[in-house]
């Protein structure tokens, strides 16, 4: 018999708890265990069910759900789905929870509650079902982690810096899902102000990218952004594409820019790393370096080869590292990797390349 997945729903709404474990139960593989009204009673149902996941709202009694999840991953590691108005409202509230290590979130709609979340009911249950499934870790303390707009003397990041110039015709092309918000921080975090431009596909709904990008933008010597279109695409920069829209990447004489669209959903996503990466084959060519991160499903797979065939350098986060393992092992079985290392390995590998192989690329 199949094992159901065994999920606690903690909300201090008992409609929003009743509508989710109704959402929950209707699946054939998974079971709402218990409901909670607030952290302290969803601490003592965790010891006694031991959920496989938890979904978590935010603004509740008694302990606020970032608090709660904080003390949650230090403490007993589990996965968990945010399921909160304030997901939507407060983005970076949203980023606070997945820096403390939740796997993803949901936002709850504002009016409407009933309707809506039946609405959201699949994206819901898929986000359980990827939850179930992912890597979590211990979370270090957040008191020990720099924050947005810390000194940045206080962000750890290795040794190596680029040696000569860097060609300006050099481009980096970044794709991630589910767990590639803190992936691309650790491969950000480390790069040289005079770094190549990086153009980055994250899956993310509309609202959220920009307090994203703003977040990296105070940890990182590159300057981190929104992607704009039309906007030439320069070197220390690296550019986000906006959720709901299409990102790729073109050529206005000698420059690069951006183009962000209203284009149809590719592979279920929009922004879509196969749209970005597809541009960096046709456009960037043997210019470009292309890494493919944590994430669910095989979105960018396919464009990840034809960036390699069409003479670009590519590295994918290994299993051990991921969150989710979906989109790196794709992209390996599509025979799109030159190298596949742990995370913490990718940007020593990556300035390593461009300081080694600065010949292979057109000026």
Known sequence: M?????????????LVRSLLAGIINRQSDMECVGAANDPLVAREMIRELNPDVITLDIEMPKMDGIEFLGRLMRLRPTPVVMISTLTERGAEVTMKALELGAVDFVAKPRIGVADGLNELSNQIVEKVRIAASAQIKRAVSIATRPSAGAPEASVARPLATLTGRVSTEKMVFIGASTGGTEAIKDVLTPLPADFPAIVITQHMPPGFTTSFAARLNGLCRIAVQEAVHGERLLPGHAY???????FRVDRSGANYVAVVEDGEPVNRHR?????LFRSGAKVVGRNAYAIMLTGMGNDGAKAMKEMKDAGSYNLVQDEASCVVFGMPREAIAHGAADEVLPLKDISAALIQKLNGSSDRFRV
């Open 240 to 246: 986000i594409a906006p959720g709901g829209k299409q």
């Open 2 to 14: 199949l094992k159901k997945i065994r999920v606690l729903v903690v909300d201090d709404s008992a």
């Open 271 to 275: 922004p879509s790393v196969e749209v």
